[in-house]
């Protein structure tokens, strides 16, 4: 049976990606669509069959969500109980000290993967109701770490290594775009919304932007999933 079309460009993805180096202060890159790529491929195939109306485009893993899981916003009790996923999980290269991958046995929680998908499974129930007209892919797969185990994303890097990034996950989204064919993308968080306006533009769907969720935002903290339905209903998505 041939791969699902969003697994062969995710492969791709990492492909592109593989070859760049980052300098100071990252120190440790972690790609979990290599040591991972079991429970990735797992989630493409169950949840990403057919056409999805809306696609939610994440900035990039976690160090306790996908970079655990390879699931986006894979925040690991919510893989394992709500989306039911179950695969092999590896190792990344050059693994830190202090942000070991250690799958589905991680006892730490992300906050933005907890929300987002606790989000999801308050309002439709099942995994299956939400997948049925939805997605969740990230902008960039890579998970960047400093020395100090700090979690530094992709707007934070140099220009030079962002426009390497660029290259390789813009192709990567339309390709995923062409695949799914949804009428929105709907940026979570300021960075995705405009990397989506940018990569798609010739694309013909429509854009919008909900809240990210991370606790780093005191706007979230005060109650996101609130606030991200309400984002949704300004688009004239999620109406009661």
């Known amino acids: 049976m041939p791969d699902h079309p969003l697994l062969g460009a995710a492969r791709e993805l990492s492909q592109a990606l593989a070859p760049l180096r980052f300098g100071p202060p990252v120190t440790h890159v972690y790609d979990p669509l290599t ?4 429970m990735h491929a797992a989630f493409i195939a169950r949840y ?14 976690g160090p306790w969500g996908m970079a655990q899981t390879g699931v ?9 109980d709500w989306l039911q996923l179950d695969a ?23 906050v933005s993967g907890k929300r987002l ?3 999801m499974a308050a309002r439709f129930g099942t995994p299956e109701a939400f997948f ?5 892919i990230n902008y960039c797969p890579l998970l960047f770490l400093e020395a100090s185990g700090k979690n ?17 996950c813009d192709r990567h989204l339309r390709a995923a775009i062409a695949i799914l064919q949804p009428e929105w993308v709907i940026g979570v968080g300021n960075f995705a ?10 694309v013909g769907v429509k854009f919008g932007r909900i809240p990210h969720p991370s606790p780093a935002s005191p706007a979230a903290n005060k109650g996101w999933e609130p606030a991200a339905t309400l984002a949704m209903n300004a688009l004239g998505l999620w109406l009661p």
Do not use: S
């Open 152 to 168: 530094r994303t992709p707007d934070q890097l140099p220009a030079a290594e962002r426009r390497a990034i660029a290259a390789a």
């Open 132 to 136: 049925q007209d939805h997605y969740v």
């Open 72 to 80: 986006p916003f894979g925040e690991v009790a919510a893989v394992r």
């Open 117 to 119: 998908w606790g989000a």
């Open 193 to 202: 919304e405009e990397r989506a306006r940018t990569a798609l533009a010739d």
């Open 48 to 61: 990403g069959q057919g056409r999805k109306r809306t696609v939610f485009l994440g900035m990039n893993p």
């Open 35 to 38: 040591y991972a790529g079991a």
């Open 88 to 110: 092999p999980i590896g190792k990344p290269l050059g693994e830190h000290p202090k942000r070991p991958v250690d799958g589905l046995a991680c006892t730490r929680a992300e």
